[in-house]
C-alpha cells in the first residue's frame, strides 16, 4: 500500500455505503471507490437521487491488501474498530454492504451472499438498518445481474423511509 484510506462523504450523511477494501486506483488517490467501480457506484447512487458528496463511503480494511487478495482474518481484526468507529461517529440511517466479503465482517456472518440479499440486518450495537448488495466490481464483470443490485437499491430506500422490513 502506498496510504491509508479512510472514508469520504457526508459526516452526517443517512447512507453509509461499506465495501471491502481499497484497490490500486484507491490506494493511489486515497479514496474510496475512485475507480471502475466507484464510478458504478456513483451512477447507482445518482439513480436514487444521492451522490458521494452527500453519503460517507469507507471500507472494511484500511489499506491494500497484497495482490488485490480477499484480506485476511487478522487484517479485518486490526481494522474493524475503525470502521465501528466511523459508523458510530457519522451515526448513518441505514448502511448499504456491498460485496460478500464486506458484508460477512461486518455483520460477523459467514453466509453466501444470496442468503444476506433480500432482507434487513440489523448492526449490532448500533441497530442501524443493513442492507446487502452486490460490490460495483462484481456488477462490472456480470451487468446482468444489475436488475437485482437495483431492486437491493430501491429496498434501501424503503426502509430508509420507514416503509420496508
Known sequence: RTQTVFGVGDRQAEWFVVGEAPGEQEDKRGEPFVGRAGQLL?????ALGLSRETVYIANVLKSRPPGNRDPKPHEVEACLPYLQRQIALVRPKLILCVGRIAAQNLLGTEAALAKLRGQVHVLPPFGIPVIVTYHPAYLLR????????WADLLRAREVLRGHGA
Open 42 to 46: 456513483d451512477s447507482m447512487l445518482r
Open 142 to 149: 456480470s451487468p446482468g445481474e444489475k436488475r437485482k443490485a
